[in-house]
């Protein structure tokens, strides 16, 4: 096989059926533990298993609209899966999907793979890149609703999701940290906000080692939008628990597209369309009340980062490097789109001595990250495959903080940027509100006061 294309036109052919076989859910004392079954013929069985701990709290019985969510997440877990030979044929066994939302999907997996599709150099489109053929039958399902106004807050680990933790103080009492796979990072992130143990739902979600196994040995592999698949989970737990309202941390900076004149988005499944397509889906044939929803929507990262450091309780805890998040303890790798990205947002708002102290060394007199430097401006062919901001803020930030070091020695990174392209200035881009969002009334208001005090 010459390339990629030509490994992706090979496989799929010779793996042409990808079966989604079943889903089960055990429950006991401790967790409620979801298992998936899934099939690519003539090469290998998957089951994928996803454990939520009971703790002490208070899970409702399984019911037919519970196991309809299930049913619904297992179709954004097999795109991990099906990934590894793009099948032409995905045939579910297990349940029914009418046309609409048959389309719903097909969309979901062809833009939520668009950059796995780009860095692969793969060409396909979205009417030929997979079938879906349900032999299964629908479950009979009712309208819910969730009575407790409660709030399931996802924690990564990072400063978005530190900063929705601390916006919504006042709602603390009515409020639950959900954690997927729980590290030391994360666990502190909701201690310091004020969640211990009894109010952290734990979930430990184990992806099948034979998939690392054919990542490793040549098979296709790279990003899937696991954004995606944190929707239908939280909106499963959700359900159970009886919370209506899953608080999110998605910016609206996560609508831009990595490769210009392109629908290729990192963080497509974090976008605002995602968010609503998810939304009206939901409504539609999930039928529990439940609202999800980014808090943060309406702000910019500049924005999200002006009030990350207005204290100072997570910036010696928070990480939002992935590269680092795969060592232990987690650490900022100091050498990716990612940390330098989070580096510079934050140089605009605290002094140089606290955001070293912060990442351990200064990362804007690095060269070796000149190039990830660039791209983060929107000086490269494209902008780095991360979960990083808007081309005009990066520009703004740098410009803020060499404006802000005027009558200093310049770090190497800085130095080079005053030197080949104009400073910016943009009065208005702390004060953006973005109305493209599902916020409830109250948290719009709790954004727009806070907006009013810069």
């Known amino acids: 096989m010459k390339d ?37 013929n003539g090469l290998v069985k998957f089951t994928p298993i996803t454990k939520i701990l009971r703790k002490n709290f208070n899970f409702s019985e399984i019911d037919n609209n519970t196991k309809n969510i299930v049913f619904n997440l297992g179709l954004v877990e097999l795109i991990s899966y099906w990934k590894v030979v793009c099948s032409k044929n995905i045939i579910i066994k297990c349940g029914f999907l009418n046309e609409e939302q048959i389309k719903w999907f097909k969309k979901l997996y062809f833009y939520g793979l ?41 924690i990564g680990g990072g400063k978005d999701s530190a900063v929705t933790l601390e916006l919504l103080k006042e709602y603390h009492s009515k409020s639950y940290a959900f954690i997927v796979n729980p590290k030391e990072v994360t666990k502190k992130c909701a201690s310091i906000a004020g969640y211990e143990n009894d109010r952290i739902i734990e979930v430990q979600r184990t992806i099948d080692k034979k998939l690392l196994f054919l990542n490793s040995v040549g098979f296709i592999n790279g990003h899937t939008p696991f954004s995606s698949m944190l929707a239908f989970l939280t909106y499963f737990v959700s359900s159970l628990m009886n919370i209506k309202y899953i608080t999110l941390s998605n910016e609206s900076s996560a609508n831009e597209s990595n490769v210009e004149g392109q629908k290729i988005n990192h963080q497509y499944s974090k976008s605002y369309e995602f968010e609503n397509d998810f939304k009206l889906y939901s409504e539609k044939y999930l039928k529990s009340d439940v609202l999800y ?95 990083v901001g808007t081309y005009r803020e990066v520009n703004y930030a740098i ?56």
């Open 399 to 454: 410009s803020e903080i060499i404006k802000k070091r005027e009558d200093k020695k310049l770090p190497k990174l800085l130095n080079y940027y005053k030197d080949n392209f104009k400073l910016i200035s943009d009065d208005n881009i702390l004060k953006n509100f973005d109305n493209n969002n599902n916020l409830p009334y109250e948290l719009k208001n709790i954004l727009k006061r806070k907006i009013e005090e810069w």
């Open 114 to 154: 668009g950059e796995l599709f780009y860095t692969n150099g793969i060409n396909t489109n979205i009417n030929d890149f997979m079938n879906i053929v349900c032999t299964g039958k629908p479950i009979e399902i009712e309208n819910k609703k969730n009575s407790k106004e409660d709030f399931l807050i996802p």
């Open 4 to 40: 990629n294309n030509s490994k992706f036109l090979y496989l799929r052919e010779k793996y042409s059926d990808f079966i989604y076989e079943d889903y089960e859910i055990i429950e006991d004392k401790e967790y409620i533990l979801l298992k998936f079954y899934f099939s690519i």
């Open 293 to 387: 929803f980014s808090l943060l929507r309406p702000l910019s990262e500049i924005q999200i980062s002006k009030i990350f450091t207005e204290n100072d309780k997570y910036y010696k805890t928070i990480k939002s490097c992935n590269i680092g998040s795969k060592s232990s303890p987690w650490k900022w790798c100091n050498n990716c789109p990612k940390c330098l990205f989070v580096y510079i947002m934050i140089s605009v708002f605290w002094d140089k001595e606290k955001v070293i102290e912060m990442f351990g060394e200064d990362l804007l007199d690095k060269e070796s990250l000149k190039e990830i430097f660039l791209g983060l401006c929107g000086y490269e062919k494209n902008k780095p495959f991360e979960c």
